[in-house]
Each structure stands twice: as structure tokens, then as C-alpha cells.
């Protein structure tokens, strides 16, 4: 206990991701797991249990053709843990059993949550674990209604499976379609917009959650962080709806592969594709048959994600839009970054700055490494990798044929994206003794 208490947040919330992932290994590796009955590979059952745990979606054997229910329910474990963080799961058993929360704890799920300040933890743990039971279980009703005429009682079951995976923005599914997940719903509005709302909803982020609870529907009340989050994720799903839908809707250009569809279908899927990419990992239309415009405006939205405090990976939408802000007010010759008429603080612009070249680094390396070593085109390794480091899910295939070296690098990946940049460096880098003297300046010429 003693030793426990002198570890950093930081430490404990690293070993407890780790913890769950061994754990998901261990169990994944028993035979019953498997539907053959005989054990899965040790990397294989790595690979997956990280994968569920970083709720990333990327798998090297198929989640409903190999995998048992009893491995299934694992992996389902795995990602509701993965995607509400070990520590809300604490939470609810200390509420279930009447434990008071200490100090060091809130500190913990402080960090674990994404929140301001400790006076705001405890009531915000509530309403994450209240509000992931209702959409979850609203979303799984909804699911069983849909699947029901292909699947009949069984429907219930895929209803809560990919509810769960889609709330935590995880991309697991168990239809077993060879083309991608949701590929036999592409005409399904049901299906495919049941799925984006909860796609949505999980990756808002709890703080925006408590702010939109507390405050109703009054904008100007928000928070400025709830207020960057829904704009730019408005844009963030239209603008690309656009896109997508003049990209692979229509004639102009190399475009038109699916121009056949009806103008709804058309809408529906283009909307979907917006949406999924940031960062769910489902997808209804077949990824190789996207244009080049396509395929690389999706690995855009993977590496934006969705939003700090959530379920979804990504360098985050207020990282994104703070490193834009910067941009502006450098190019103006102004002093300070500002969104919505507010000042962003030198100290949360370098950290964005840093996140946005962090997570830029990692992901040119492992796709250098691994385009070294095996023979995958450079447009399918980028792809692998940005959507490991995002925790997407999304493939066009590089995952399923990848070499032991492959699999490792992309297990670090997600890992590394479901703990993000900062926590890594605190863990390897970080000085625990501070500067009282600051380093004479020097002088550099850039641009």
C-alpha cells in the first residue's frame, strides 16, 4: 500500500491498462476461447487483448469467425474497461460496495478522466457511469430491433456486442463479413446511424457530457472546451461528408466506384464515412475500393480523433484546433492564440505543438520500420499505422497479413495512442528534479 501511494498517477494508470491487457492474454489463451478448442497463438491473443483493451479494433483473426463467445465476452470486457479507463471501473465497484473514494484515488481518476479539478471528480465519475449505461443500453435495444431479422434471438446479444464497441469507439465486431465490418448494413439507415450516434456520443468526452448535464442546452454557458468540441466536430462531420460524397459518389474526377447508389445511400454512407474514422474502426463500404482522396482524408481523420476525457483516440479536436489557432496568430503577428474570442495559454499551445509533432514522429518511424522489413505498399503501412496510434480500427488489410515485427510495432502503437504522447514521456523521460535556473537564451533563425 505504502508503495502504492508513492506512485504517480501517471504510473498507476499505465500499469493498469498494462494489467488488463496481460490478464486479457492470459484468458484469451485458454482453449475454450477459441471455437477449434485448441489455443490461439500468444501474439495473436496479445495483439487482441491489447487491441480491445487500447479499444483500437485491429485484429490479426477474426473476432466472430475464431474466437468462442467466452473469447468474445473477453474481448467485450476488455473494451468496456479500455474505453471508460480502469479507473471509472474502480469507481463503480467503490460505489457498489459503499467505499468512500480518498484523496489519492480522485487524484488518480483526476487524471484518468480528463478533469479540471478534484471537487468535480466524483460527481462527473456518476455521470459517466450512468450515462454510459443509457446510451449503451439504448443503443443495444435499438441494435436488437435492426439485427433481428437476420440474426432472431441471437440479435440480443449482437445488439450489447456492438453497442458496447461502438459507444467506446473500439470497431470490434462479430458479423464476419469478409469486406469489413458493417459492409452487409451499407444500406441499413438503422444500423449505420444507430452506430454513428453512439460513435459520436462516446467520443465527445465526459467533461462535455457534465457541461451539456449542468447547463442544459445554453451554448453560452458552455465551458470553452465543451464550446470547441461541438463546433468543430459539426465541421468535422459535415465538411468530410462533403467530401466523401464528391470523392466516391460521384463522376468528377477518379471518383465514382459506388455512383450507383441511390442519392440517400449515397448521403448515408458518406456520412458514415465521416464519422467512423475518429476513431470507431467500423466501416460499411469496402476501404480498397476507395479513391486515393478518400483513403488519405480518412487517415486524416484518424490521426485528429475525437476529443480529450473520451473513448476515442486521436491527437484530439482541441489539439488539432489549438495548433491551427497558433498558425493564424503567428501569420497575423500576434503574440497569443485565440478561439472563440478567449486566449489559449502559451503553456497548452506548446502542448499541443508537442502532441501534434510527438504522434507525427512515432508514426513516420514504425512506418519507416516496417516498410523496411515487410513488403506492404506505403499507402497500406501508413494507413496501419496511423490507425494503431489513433486506437481507429480501420484497415486496408496490412494487419491480417502483418509479420511477428509488424504485429509488435503495432501493439506498441496502440498502447502508446490509448495512453497518449504526455504520459509516455512522463514514464520514460521526465526529470523528476526541478530547474531553479533558467539557460541563457540563444538566438535561432526559423522559417
Not at 22 to 40: D, N, R
Not at 215 to 241: A, E, M, Q, R, S
Request: hydrophobic share 50%; with cysteine; net charge positive.
Amino acid at each position: 500500500m505504502k508503495k502504492r501511494r508513492k506512485m504517480s498517477a501517471v504510473h498507476l494508470l499505465s500499469l493498469g491498462y498494462l494489467i488488463a491487457i496481460i490478464l486479457g492474454t492470459i484468458l484469451l489463451l485458454l482453449p475454450f476461447s477459441s471455437k477449434t478448442g485448441t489455443s490461439i497463438k500468444f501474439l495473436d491473443a496479445l495483439f487482441t487483448a491489447t487491441s480491445a483493451t487500447c479499444v483500437t479494433g485491429l485484429v490479426t483473426i477474426d473476432t466472430a469467425n475464431d474466437w468462442s463467445t467466452f473469447g468474445q465476452v473477453v474481448i467485450l470486457i476488455l473494451i468496456q474497461i479500455g474505453g471508460l479507463g480502469f479507473m471509472t471501473i474502480i469507481t463503480l465497484i467503490f460505489m457498489a460496495f459503499k467505499r468512500n473514494i480518498r484523496l489519492y484515488n480522485q487524484t488518480i481518476l483526476m487524471q484518468s478522466a480528463g478533469t479540471i479539478t478534484i471537487s468535480e471528480v466524483i460527481p462527473l465519475m456518476k455521470k459517466i457511469i450512468i450515462g454510459t449505461l443509457a446510451f449503451e443500453g439504448i443503443g443495444a435495444v435499438l441494435l436488437t430491433i435492426f439485427f433481428y431479422p437476420d440474426y432472431g434471438s441471437r440479435a440480443i446479444y449482437m445488439g450489447v456486442f456492438h453497442s458496447v464497441s461502438a459507444f467506446c469507439n473500439a470497431g470490434f465486431d462479430i458479423i464476419g463479413s469478409e469486406t469489413g465490418s458493417l459492409t452487409p448494413y451499407y444500406n441499413n439507415f438503422g444500423v449505420l446511424l444507430t452506430i454513428s450516434g453512439l460513435i459520436i456520443i462516446g467520443g465527445l468526452g465526459f467533461i462535455v457530457w457534465s457541461d451539456i448535464w449542468d447547463k442544459k442546452f445554453n451554448f453560452k454557458k458552455y465551458n470553452l472546451h465543451t464550446k470547441i468540441v461541438l463546433v468543430w466536430n459539426g465541421i468535422l462531420i459535415l465538411v468530410p461528408t462533403i467530401f466523401f460524397f464528391v470523392f466516391e459518389f460521384t463522376n468528377i474526377g477518379r471518383s465514382g466506384t459506388f455512383y450507383e447508389f441511390s442519392v440517400p445511400q449515397k448521403i448515408l454512407n458518406s456520412l458514415f464515412l465521416a464519422i467512423s474514422p475518429r476513431t470507431a474502426g467500423f466501416n460499411a463500404l469496402d476501404l480498397d475500393k476507395l479513391t486515393d482522396s478518400g483513403i488519405l482524408l480518412t487517415i486524416l481523420l484518424m490521426f485528429i480523433g475525437g476529443n480529450s476525457g473520451s473513448t476515442a483516440g486521436g491527437i484530439k479536436v482541441t489539439t488539432a484546433v489549438i495548433v491551427f489557432a497558433n498558425v493564424i496568430a503567428m501569420a497575423k503577428g500576434k503574440e497569443d492564440a485565440t478561439v472563440m474570442k478567449q486566449t489559449i495559454p502559451n503553456k497548452i499551445v506548446k502542448q499541443s505543438s508537442a502532441l501534434l509533432l510527438s504522434y507525427l514522429s512515432i508514426a513516420l518511424l514504425a512506418t519507416i520500420i516496417i516498410s523496411a522489413t515487410q513488403e506492404l505498399t506505403l499507402e497500406e503501412t501508413l494507413f496501419e499505422v496511423i490507425s494503431a496510434i489513433g486506437t481507429v480500427g480501420l484497415t486496408l488489410g496490412a494487419t491480417a497479413k502483418a509479420v511477428p515485427l509488424t504485429k509488435i510495432i503495432l501493439i506498441v502503437l496502440m498502447y502508446f495512442g490509448r495512453l497518449g504522447a504526455f504520459t509516455l514521456f512522463d514514464l520514460l523521460f521526465k526529470d523528476k528534479t526541478s530547474e531553479m535556473l533558467r539557460k541563457p537564451e540563444g538566438k535561432v533563425l526559423v522559417g
